[in-house]
Each structure stands twice: as structure tokens, then as C-alpha cells.
């Protein structure tokens, strides 16, 4: 299973489209080898199935460390919420019970499936939203509350979070904010720190001060753009 921590010190916008990608291609690959769906084995069907629950799962700042988490985390963030039609809930629960007959039995349903996953991958925007109606029913923000929260330094700690999923998560916090509200947030040394302002800064964001401190972390102030 590929780690957050095997991506590296790649800059960490495009490692999460690595990570993506990683999944995308698996899917495609095997699906490429049996054009004809009649040939997928359930190896190939449950491959399928891991591949499209974790493909996305990084654009909502999650780190799944078995199997389990990664379809019991895509059915709650994906299917639950009608990202993706709740049809496909029994077919997730059937990968991570490893129902073989089930999976076997509703091959079209997991090449639809993985279908639904890649197109809403295609409709994601730079703030990693879907196109999609369950977003429409996200309640808007008074302007009065905007106000409230834009006196307030908002302070996140994602020490010990790898990249690219600390740029995730501190991406994901800035889309709540308001413009010229500041974020601070504590990153470890290494390539947190020589990463996560960067792609801060490629978002359009200003960082207005990183400080080091006693024990090795950094603080780093960032002001939404």
C-alpha cells in the first residue's frame, strides 16, 4: 500500500495528484488488461474496489492506514454524503468484508463504480470541490458570522502529518477562511517546512512569517489571499 510517506520531498500540490494518479492508473490498468468484463477475477474486482475508495480520499485530508479504514472512510466522506450514489454502499461493504460472491456476482456495478469515481475527479475545482448537488445543500455563511471569525488568528497543528497531506489540511482550513483572515499552523523540519509554504504561495496566499522553534517545529503565519 503506498504511504504518505513514500511520496518523498515532492512539492506537495503535486503530490497529491500523485497520489491521485497512483490510483487512477491502477484502476485504468486493469481494467485496460480485461476489456471485457466477464475476465475480471474477484482479485481484479477487490483491486478495483481498494483502488476506487482511496482515490480521493486525500482531497479531504484523510490518511488511511488498512483496508478497512480506506472503504469504511469512503463510504461515509464519498457515498453518504451523495458524492457518489449511495447504490454503491453495498458493493463497499461487500470489499471490505471481502464478499467474494457479492463482488463476482455485480462486476458491472464495480466498473460503474470506479467510473463515477474518475469523473468526479474530472469536476474537482482548485478549492477541491466536486461539481456536484450534494455541494448546494452546504449551508452559506452569514455575513455576520464572517465578520466574527475574521478578528481571529485560526491555529492548526500538523506536526507529524507527511506531505502532501499537510498542505491538504492546511488548504482545506483556508477554504473556510475569509480574505485576510490569518492561519497558523506548527509544521515539523524537513520537508514540511520546505514545502507546505510553497504550495501556500502558489494558492495565492501570503506567508508572513515562518519561526523555528527551541524544540524544531516551525510556526508558520499564512494570510488567506
Request: glycine residues 6%.
Given at each position: 500500500?503506498?504511504?504518505?510517506?513514500?511520496?518523498?520531498?515532492?512539492?506537495?500540490?503535486?503530490?497529491?495528484?500523485?497520489?491521485?494518479?497512483v490510483?487512477?492508473?491502477?484502476?485504468?490498468?486493469?481494467?485496460?488488461?480485461?476489456?471485457?468484463?466477464?475476465?475480471?477475477?474477484?482479485?481484479?474486482?477487490?483491486?478495483?474496489?481498494?483502488?476506487?475508495?482511496?482515490?480521493?480520499?486525500?482531497?479531504?485530508?484523510?490518511?488511511?492506514?488498512?483496508?478497512?479504514?480506506?472503504?469504511?472512510?469512503?463510504?461515509?466522506?464519498?457515498?453518504?454524503?451523495?458524492?457518489?450514489?449511495?447504490?454503491?454502499?453495498?458493493?463497499?461493504?461487500?470489499?471490505?468484508?471481502?464478499?467474494?460472491?457479492?463482488?463476482?456476482?455485480?462486476?458491472?456495478?464495480?466498473?460503474?463504480?470506479?467510473?463515477?469515481?474518475r469523473?468526479?475527479?474530472?469536476?474537482?475545482?482548485?478549492?477541491?470541490?466536486?461539481k456536484?448537488?450534494?455541494?448546494?445543500?452546504?449551508?452559506?455563511?452569514?455575513?455576520?458570522?464572517?465578520?466574527?471569525?475574521?478578528?481571529?488568528?485560526?491555529?492548526k497543528?500538523?506536526?507529524?502529518?507527511?506531505?502532501?497531506?499537510?498542505?491538504?489540511?492546511?488548504?482545506?482550513?483556508?477554504?473556510?477562511?475569509?480574505?485576510?483572515?490569518?492561519?497558523s499552523?506548527?509544521?515539523?523540519?524537513g520537508?514540511?517546512?520546505?514545502?507546505v509554504?510553497?504550495?501556500?504561495k502558489?494558492?495565492?496566499?501570503?506567508?508572513l512569517?515562518?519561526?523555528?522553534?527551541?524544540?524544531?517545529?516551525?510556526?508558520?503565519?499564512?494570510?488567506?489571499?
Amino acid at each position: 500500500m503506498l504511504r504518505l510517506d513514500d511520496m518523498g520531498t515532492a512539492e506537495c500540490s503535486a503530490g497529491m495528484f500523485d497520489m491521485i494518479n497512483v490510483d487512477k492508473r491502477e484502476i485504468e490498468s486493469i481494467l485496460k488488461q480485461n476489456p471485457d468484463s466477464s475476465g475480471l477475477t474477484y482479485e481484479d474486482l477487490h483491486k478495483i474496489m481498494f483502488h476506487t475508495s482511496r482515490m480521493l480520499l486525500v482531497t479531504r485530508g484523510l490518511d488511511a492506514t488498512s483496508e478497512d479504514q480506506i472503504f469504511s472512510l469512503f463510504g461515509k466522506h464519498f457515498i453518504q454524503t451523495e458524492l457518489i450514489d449511495i447504490k454503491f454502499l453495498p458493493l463497499v461493504d461487500a470489499a471490505k468484508n471481502k464478499n467474494e460472491s457479492y463482488l463476482v456476482a455485480n462486476k458491472e456495478a464495480v466498473i460503474e463504480v470506479s467510473e463515477a469515481i474518475r469523473e468526479l475527479y474530472k469536476t474537482m475545482d482548485d478549492s477541491l470541490r466536486f461539481k456536484v448537488k450534494a455541494e448546494a445543500k452546504q449551508p452559506q455563511v452569514s455575513e455576520t458570522s464572517e465578520v466574527k471569525t475574521a478578528v481571529a488568528i485560526i491555529e492548526k497543528d500538523f506536526r507529524g502529518v507527511g506531505c502532501p497531506m499537510n498542505f491538504v489540511k492546511t488548504k482545506l482550513v483556508l477554504e473556510t477562511m475569509t480574505t485576510g483572515q490569518q492561519l497558523s499552523i506548527l509544521l515539523d523540519d524537513g520537508a514540511p517546512i520546505q514545502n507546505v509554504p510553497n504550495s501556500v504561495k502558489l494558492e495565492g496566499h501570503k506567508v508572513l512569517s515562518q519561526n523555528q522553534s527551541g524544540e524544531g517545529h516551525w510556526t508558520v503565519l499564512i494570510e488567506k489571499g
